[in-house]
């Protein structure tokens, strides 16, 4: 048995498939995560309803992009500390992946049917510590999702330990992945309170910070959009810190053909045309939207650099063969 624990996380880091299937399988338990919540929690609905608090939007990108988030991360704490290539990593988490369908089923049964509401946290220290205790009661954490986490942390220690064969390397995989987790539940909150600005001066409640951030309309009109854009611009960063570790010599050419210039110039242009607009509206009450707008202004300039960046891709693989013949360096 033992012998036959390493032989299968080998076979799973050496899997054949086509990485569109790895992705294709985390997307779909993800999405079964998401309507099992949906259908197992209070609410009692599977999240496509218009408007409704769990909607469609939550289920395709605001929660879709949360674990894409969370599994970048992961995927780069644990190469760096088992010292494994992180595609090798990748591919054996997203059969480990199937532990986030842990919490709906738990929580319907230790409820009696009612479920648990799963929400971020607005508190990290009451929680950070009191999540090891078993007596501890924590109000934005069921325990569904304490278990889902602590075997989450168990399996980041067992692999570290399987690949490196030191205890305190494990340990650290343990306790990064904890905090990596906790990260992800408390980041609305700290986006929160740094975009607060004088509400947060003057001592506000957490409740009242994230409504400002989150529930404020603006550009972005509904708290789904704003959080996926705030999970959309970190996985963003942290695809490209995983794409760099797995291929940094790819990424360097990459960024070595960037056009800063051009990409100021375009990027620059939509945040210009926000401030114009935002000046012609003004006049009429309309005031900007604080930590919520701000993300709307982040996701058009990253949307507006990364149009330009793939349009610079296709152009040079368009021009491939003549580059060859030119003698071009690309």
């Not at 070595?256 to 051009?262: A, E, T």
Request: proline residues 5%.
């Amino acid at each position: 048995m033992r012998k036959d624990i390493p032989a299968l996380v080998s076979g799973l880091e050496r899997s054949p498939l086509h990485p569109a299937y790895g992705a294709l399988a985390f997307v779909a338990l993800v999405t079964l995560r998401n309507l099992l919540e949906g259908a197992l929690g209070p609410g009692g609905s599977v999240g496509f309803l218009h408007a409704a608090p769990s909607s469609a939007l939550m289920v395709l990108d605001h929660f879709l992009l949360f674990y894409v988030s969370v599994f970048l991360s992961i995927s780069i704490v644990l190469a760096a500390l088992a010292r494994e290539e992180i595609g090798r990593v990748m591919r054996a988490m997203v059969p480990a992946w199937v532990l986030i369908l842990i919490p709906p089923f738990l929580d319907h049964l230790l409820t009696g049917g009612q479920g648990a509401k799963i929400t971020y946290l607005t508190d990290l220290s009451s929680v950070f510590l009191r999540f090891f205790d078993p007596k501890a009661t924590l109000e934005r954490v069921s325990q569904g999702q304490r278990v889902e986490i602590l075997a989450a942390c168990a399996l980041a220690f067992a692999y570290a330990r399987l690949k490196t064969r030191s205890w305190l390397r494990s340990a650290l995989a343990f306790v990064a992945v904890y905090v990596v987790l906790a990260a992800h539940g408390i980041l609305p909150m700290v986006y929160a309170r740094l975009t607060a600005g004088r509400l947060a001066a003057s001592g506000a409640a957490p409740e009242v910070l994230y409504r400002a951030a989150f529930k404020s309309g603006g550009i972005v009109p509904d708290e789904s959009r704003k959080l996926a854009l705030l999970f959309l611009t970190t996985s963003s960063l942290l695809g490209w810190a995983a794409y760099a570790m797995h291929a940094p010599a790819k990424a360097r050419a990459l960024l070595g053909n960037i056009r800063p210039l051009r990409s100021v110039h375009y990027a620059g242009m939509a945040a210009f045309g926000i401030a114009l607009g935002w000046a012609l509206v003004r006049p009429a009450g309309v005031e900007f939207g604080g930590g919520g707008d701000a993300l709307g202004v982040i996701g058009l300039c990253l949307a507006t650099f990364l149009a330009f960046q793939g349009s610079v891709a296709l152009n040079d693989l368009f021009d491939e063969e003549g580059d060859r013949l030119a003698g071009a360096r690309r």
